[in-house]
């Protein structure tokens, strides 16, 4: 073993200039979208901060309104109700401030039930918006906009006020 | 005499103002004449086809803007947040958006009810104009507010 090896393994390994670089505002949605789209809750999430405050207002009825635990639970509940979850993201723009703007696809074949509707295996895709705040490396606020009727549609849910009922069934 | 071009922000606040007072020409006019239209929400399912709201400004755009502002004779808009991009001329817009429903809106029909919410525009400025206008809001949550529950 040479002296380097033998310092490099006692002080730990040395970091590249890229990995001593933090991750830009950008570079972090893209982060936190792509973990969602490989199902990777635990990296998406961990990119989250702590306290961040987290408005995805078409769950809000669905989910605890806690802006906290709210988020967290609905990013949870996609990844695990859609095993085949995929996310395109169309585009991310930085509109400083450490602000980002993403417009993105979600698909996926539901398998479990999903914010109030029950599991028909049905396809989803949903055209969605987001505003990410990123400071220090972390998204610190996050709100999402997309309608909650083309969501349901497609999972075949026919009333609003009544999740659970859905297509074929008669009252 | 050289006019000045007005930055996207300018371009896309005054979009908003002419909104407010019901001046659809005005709107069409601070876009280009090709401007891409999409209100991605918007989506009617008839027995053959699905009519969607993506196309143009000078025609699916004007053509929505003018039936909202006859649904809701009140229609008002508030403007939250108005953010461009770094690059690209990308402007986004938070802004909530309601009104009283004075007559059927899509298959929503009209029992007085109001409504409030939050929109997300995102505008494609070019040369002092909006050249596309992409919105993302929570349709469903309008008709819970106007009495409408049934998802067509």
Known sequence: MSAADLLRRLFGRRTTPEEQMPMTATEVVHHFFRALGERDAATALG????????????????VSMDPVSAGRRFFDATVGAFPDLSVTV??????????????????????QDYLGAINQEKHLDLRQGWLLTVHGGVITGVKGFWDENQLFRRLAVKRLDHLAIVEGAHA | MT????????TVEAFFDAYRRHEVDEMVDLCTPNADFSYVPVE????????????????????L??????SFP?????????????????VAVEVTIGGTQAS?????????????????????CHDGLIDGITAYWNNASISRQLGHLEID
Do not use: C, M, Y
């Open chain 2, 65 to 70: 803007w003018t039936g909202l502002i006859t």
């Open chain 2, 44 to 63: 009617i399912w008839g027995r053959q086809r699905v009519v969607r709201g993506d196309g143009k400004v000078a025609t699916i755009g004007k053509t």
């Open chain 2, 3 to 10: 006019l000045a071009v007005r930055a996207p922000a300018q």
């Open chain 1, 47 to 62: 990119l989250l901060a702590a306290d961040a405050e987290i408005e995805v207002l078409p769950a809000a009825g669905q």
């Open chain 1, 90 to 111: 169309h585009r991310v723009a930085d509109l400083g401030g450490g602000v980002v703007l993403a417009e993105l696809t979600l698909e996926g074949t539901q398998a």
């Open chain 2, 74 to 90: 009140d229609l008002w808009n508030t403007v939250s947040s108005v953010r461009t991009g770094e690059e690209g001329g990308v």
């Open chain 2, 104 to 124: 059927a809106w899509a298959n929503i029909s009209a029992r007085g009810g109001s409504f409030a919410e939050p929109h997300l525009f995102v505008f494609r």
